[in-house]
């Protein structure tokens, strides 16, 4: 059975970095062609795709965001990590970590496995 | 950038049929997804491959993606279908999500 669960600040305050993690299970990160990702929702606004990382530790960033994130993995622990600096107000949202399974991204299978969400509020 | 753009809004009463569209350059070129996002609830994949459906999702939800529009389709909507909606393509190697339609049943 596949999850995935993130963990992190509910709270955090103007210009602080913020680490969240996706702990997951049911799947190897390490499985050829397997991605995670890492999705948000503002309050009242769309889906923001953020990062993602793949088997190969490869990653990418969304262009605008890249300069303020990082994403990490532990395969041992199961976890993929995102890092996000100088938090603002803005990025007061529901924060997601999806996977997609091998072939996804080619082959347009899409993220099949969402966790339930992590809000984070940012207080200025 | 690469831009997929939804109507923000849509109504359907029940036992109707919704169509939800997803514009983008030759999107038709791309494979196209659908997810559903209920109040409270993680974001659900509908479709996937333009037109696959997961285990699990009712055969009323179907899609299409053909030229610059994919279109998911519900047959027979149900009240449990209000939400809100969002197509994603990939553009090179990361996902473009649309910008949402908030379907209302009544």
């Known amino acids: 059975q596949v999850t995935l669960r993130e963990s992190g600040p509910a709270l955090v305050k103007t210009t602080q970095t913020i680490t969240l993690t996706c702990t997951f299970s049911?799947?190897?990160?390490?499985?050829?062609?397997?991605?995670v990702s890492w999705i948000r929702q503002p309050p009242g606004k769309a889906l923001e795709w953020l990062a993602l990382?793949?088997?190969?530790?490869?990653?990418y960033y969304n262009a605008s965001l890249n300069t303020r994130l990082t994403i990490s993995t532990d395969t041992s622990k199961n976890e993929v990590v995102l890092t996000m600096t100088n938090m603002d107000p803005v990025d007061t949202a529901t924060y997601y970590c999806?996977?997609?399974?091998?072939?996804?991204?080619?082959?347009?299978?899409?993220?099949?496995?969402w966790g339930q969400g992590a809000l984070v509020t940012v207080s200025s | 950038s690469y831009e997929l753009t939804q109507p923000p809004s849509m109504s359907v009463s029940p036992g109707q049929t919704a169509s939800i569209t997803c514009s983008g350059d030759k999107l038709g070129n791309k494979y196209a997804c659908w997810y559903q996002l209920r109040s409270g609830q993680s974001p659900l994949l509908l479709i996937y491959q333009d037109d696959q459906r997961p285990s699990g999702i009712p055969e009323r939800f179907s899609g299409s993606n053909s030229g610059n529009t994919a279109t998911l389709t519900i047959s027979g909507t149900q009240t449990m279908d209000e939400a809100d909606y969002y197509c994603q393509a990939w553009d090179s190697s990361t996902p473009i999500f649309g910008g949402g339609t908030k379907l209302t049943v009544l």
């Open positions: 049911g799947f190897s990160l390490s499985t050829s062609g397997m991605f």
């Open positions: 999806a996977r997609i399974p091998p072939g996804g991204k080619a082959s347009g299978l899409g993220f099949d496995y």
């Open positions: 990382i793949d088997w190969r530790g490869d990653k």
